[in-house]
Structure formats: C-alpha cells, structure tokens
C-alpha cells in the first residue's frame, strides 16, 4: 500500500554537493552578464548558475532535454526559479559556455537576471481552467516574443516583473507586479434555473457576490437566484460556487492591464498594482493590441525612470497623471476606484500637474 501523508522529499537530498558544503556560508554574488551568475563563499568556493526561460506548461520530453544537460554539466543536478525559469549550477566556470550552447540548441534564451524582464509568472487559462476569460500561454508566448531582448540584457532602470492571470481570481501575482495582465468578463452571468436548483448550494452563491447583486428567486417556487444587473461588475466569482450561472462570452472576454505593483521592501514598501487599461479584446493568437501597449509602457518606463526605480515608484515620483500623458493612454471613468475603500483613492489635496 503507498504511504500517506509523507510531505514533498527533503530539498537537502537534492542539492549540488558544492551548495550542500557550502550551505549558508555565501559571501557575495556578482552577474557576469546577463543570465549568469556566481556565487562565492567564505570557504573560498564558488558556484557558477546559467540561468534560461522556459515556457512553464512544457512536455517530459523537454524535462528530459534539461536533465541530459544537468547530467553532463552538474552532475545531475538543476532547479526552477519561482518565475519558472530554470537553473543549472555547477561549481566549474568552464562548464558555463557549453551550458549556454546545450540551452540555444533547445531554444531556451539565457537571461533574466538583474534589470530585466525576467519570465511571466502566469496562470492555466483555456488550456486548463473553467472560469478563465482569457487565455494564458499564447500571450505570454506573444509578449515574450516582442521583449526578448529585455530578457536577454540588462538595460533596464530596475527589475520589471510581468504577470498574467486569466480570471480576476487573479492566481499568481498580477496584484503586486511592475506590469499585468488580466482576463475580464463584461457580461453578467446568465442563470439556468432549473440547474441552479439541482446543482448549486444558494446561500453560498448569494454570499459570493462582491456587490449584493445576487438575490432569491422572487418566486419561492423556483428554487434559484437572480442577479441586479446594475450591481454586477462581472467578476465571475457567483460561477466559481455555482456552475450554473456561467458568463464566459467570446465577444465581450477581454483583458484589463495594471502597473505599478511590486513585493519588495527595497526604497520603498510593497504596492499593488493599479488599474491602467480597463479593456482590450481578445484577438489571439497574437493579441496585438496587448502586446503594443505594454510594449510602450516599457519604452517610456525604460526612458524615463531613474536607475532602480521600479514601474511604480517612477509612477508615484511623476504622478499618476504624467503617466497617462506620457504613455498616450486615455483615462477613463473605469479608472476612478469606486469600490469599498475607493475614497482613499481619490485626490484629497490641490496638488497635481496641469
Ligand atoms: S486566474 Fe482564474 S482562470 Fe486563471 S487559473 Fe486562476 S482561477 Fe483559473
Ligand atoms: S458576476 Fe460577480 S458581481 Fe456579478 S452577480 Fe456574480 S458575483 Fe455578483
């Protein structure tokens, strides 16, 4: 019988011996160029790691490629980044430049390090998921294609980290990073009211609503809700309890773009990022007009800010005002917050820029 309960294996089994030795003793890190770090400690050892992307949703097969490689370069060993790219580490300096050929033979850009755009944390979208008003893969595969060169340099002002999710459940990290992107219903959720009855726990459902727009059947009869459509933003969270109200739409999914968030401590606290775009169309394979936005708003980023200032401390030190002028998107009522804290949003001093 297979054990229960037995917790992922100790990550210590695994480790690159030199690590193992050298365990909490790191001296200092320095990036050789872009995508290639090394590490050295106070026992005088040093590590060399090649770091290169990966798609994330990949094959056995492409596992399989990056284990022949950690197997001839680092004696087995490799890891993952939390952005999904992968790690190979090894204590030889000579083994970097075949790393780095085996990587371009399978495709994979060495990069992300430093300022640069690292890999887009992301989410399942139409490959996998059932509340997804977007996809996820396809523009992250169309972004990356366009910000290539920002992955493989380190030009610049600070890191800009790019997330995607498909729903605003938002999995992974589109709150709190330098740029965003996510899926957006516009319809309100139609109601099958016999399946509601059948398949749908109601005081969960009405309780799942954001705004109070979900209610009981007026009809004590019919064993079901209805939804005050004024009071419905489409958030899509009433489907997520209850199957039975679905609001995916071909024509009305889109996606939303945000900006300015960001985990770190560093100069400033964490912040979350902000709504920037309320809405662009779905238009896959490629989704252009995604793609040409947040290709812009890294051209003025990268020309404007000062030297480690992330996407939204620029924007603060601006305001937000400059940055709408100087990316050429146009304000828009979507942007004035209007939800629970909304009035902490709004301008309460004479202070702003013509
Ligand atoms: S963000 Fe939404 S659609 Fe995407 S994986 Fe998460 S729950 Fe599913
Ligand atoms: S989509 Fe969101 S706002 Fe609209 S009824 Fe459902 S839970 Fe409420």
Redesign the pocket.
């Known amino acids: 019988m297979s054990k229960s309960d037995i917790g992922p294996p100790n990550f210590r089994e695994m480790l690159p011996e030199v690590i193992e030795k050298n365990y909490g003793k790191w001296k200092y890190h320095e990036i050789l160029k872009p995508g290639v770090l090394r590490h050295v400690s106070e026992t005088g050892d040093e590590v060399f790691t090649v770091r290169t992307g990966s798609p994330r949703l990949v094959s056995i097969d492409f596992i399989r490629d990056l284990c022949d490689i950690a197997d001839k370069y680092c004696d087995g060993h490799l890891r993952f980044t939390s952005r999904y790219n992968v790690e190979f580490i090894t204590p030889n300096k000579k083994n970097v430049k075949p790393i780095m050929d085996e990587a371009k033979k399978l495709g994979l850009p060495v990069g992300g390090t430093g300022n640069s755009i690292s890999n887009i944390v992301h989410?399942?979208?139409w490959a996998?998921?059932?509340?997804?008003?977007t996809d996820?893969s396809p523009i992250v595969k169309a972004l990356m294609d366009e910000l290539y060169g920002y992955f493989t340099s380190m030009k610049l002002p600070g890191k800009l980290r790019v997330s995607l999710?498909?729903?605003?459940?938002?999995?992974?990290a589109?709150h709190c990073s330098d740029l965003a992107i996510?899926?957006v219903h516009t319809k309100v959720p139609k109601i099958d009211h016999e399946k509601v009855g059948a398949i749908c726990e109601i005081p969960t459902t009405i309780g799942s609503c954001p705004t109070g727009a979900i209610r009981r059947h007026p009809d004590k009869e019919i064993k079901s809700v209805v939804i005050r459509e004024d009071l419905c933003m489409y958030c899509?969270n009433c489907f997520?309890v209850c199957p039975a109200m679905p609001l995916a739409d071909a024509e009305g999914d889109g996606v939303a773009i945000y900006a300015g968030g960001k985990v770190s401590n560093a100069r400033k606290p964490p912040m979350f990022s902000r709504l920037i775009v309320p809405y662009l169309p779905n238009n896959p394979p490629r989704w252009p007009e995604v793609v040409d936005i947040i290709k812009k708003i890294v051209g003025v980023y990268a020309k404007n800010a000062r030297k480690y200032e992330r996407m939204g401390e620029w924007i603060e030190r601006i305001g937000w005002e400059k940055f709408f002028q100087l990316t050429g998107i146009p304000f828009a009522e979507q942007h004035i917050d209007d939800f629970t804290y909304a009035r902490e949003t709004w301008r309460t001093t004479t202070q702003f820029k013509w």
């Not at 498909?166 to 999995?171: A, G, K």
């Open positions: 989410t399942q979208g996998h998921c059932h509340s997804a008003a996820s999710a498909c729903c605003i459940n938002m999995c992974g589109i996510v899926g899509g997520t």
